[in-house]
């Protein structure tokens, strides 16, 4: 992984935007950390996770996640925004994470059992997090796995907050003056939502989802929703893409 220079500008040969560098990080920790799964996400002002990018889980899991389960995750970055944590575990946590309605309705479905959570910050804010997960066959963390992430979490932090800088050209959100539940919509067709998944996310109907679709399609000139996917991808790759 290059993500930088030394001198701290960005590299030509490394990735190209947030979601690469993301992708790139997940695949730099898995050399040395088995997981059935990982998620690398922002965090906004608001202790929101966003920007999701996956690594061999299906984008459309986290509609689940973003419409419920994020309220009763233990691991969520506004739980741990106070502290100066690096790396919690299950043990961190304080409570038996088998016995929570977050595990046995939202992880263990999904074969989940095992989480390990590495926190970024920048300038004391948290900014960004590393979700690993185990299944029961692959078992808990060892400790050299966790020493390597504690040793591994400076790196990463740092050069994430590299390209965490404000973008200076405008999304195409604001260039198309969408509505703030028309951004949603964007947002979640950008996680592989269906109109259904839309609609139960934002608690109104189909139709309601299908309106606000037209009017997406109105305003961007863009006439079908692969076209829109299409452009979004293209013109905003730092934190859309593979969300």
Do not use: C
């Not at 220079?5 to 947030?18: C, E, F, L, Q």
């Not at 419920?68 to 691991?75: I, N, S």
Request: net charge neutral; charged share 25%; no cysteine.
């Amino acid at each position: 992984m290059h993500p930088m220079h030394p001198s701290g500008k960005r590299s030509t040969v490394g990735p190209r935007s947030v979601a690469e560098f993301k992708a790139q990080t997940m695949d730099f920790l898995a050399e040395s950390v088995s997981a059935t799964g990982m998620v690398f996400y922002s965090v906004d002002t608001d202790l929101n996770a966003v920007g999701h990018v996956f690594r061999a889980i299906p984008p459309v899991r986290n509609v689940g996640y973003l419409s419920h389960f994020h309220l009763l995750d233990p691991f969520h970055p506004r739980r741990f925004a106070a502290s100066d944590t690096p790396l919690a575990t299950l043990f961190d946590l304080g409570e038996r994470f088998d016995a929570s309605d977050y595990y046995r309705h939202f992880m263990r479905p999904l074969g989940i059992r095992y989480e390990a959570e590495l926190y970024l910050r920048h300038e004391g804010r948290l900014v960004g997090g590393v979700s690993l997960l185990r299944d029961t066959r692959e078992g808990d963390f060892t400790a050299r796995e966790l020493r390597f992430l504690r040793k591994a979490h400076p790196y990463v932090e740092y050069t994430f907050a590299a390209w965490q800088q404000p973008v200076v050209d405008p999304t195409p959100e604001a260039a198309w003056e969408l509505t703030a539940r028309e951004a949603e919509v964007v947002a979640l067709l950008l996680d592989g939502a269906t109109n259904a998944e839309i609609g139960r996310v934002l608690s109104i109907g189909v139709p309601t989802v299908k309106s606000h679709l037209q009017h997406i399609f109105d305003k961007t000139g863009l006439r079908s929703r692969g076209r829109l996917l299409a452009h979004m991808l293209r013109d905003r790759p730092a934190d859309r893409a593979a969300r």
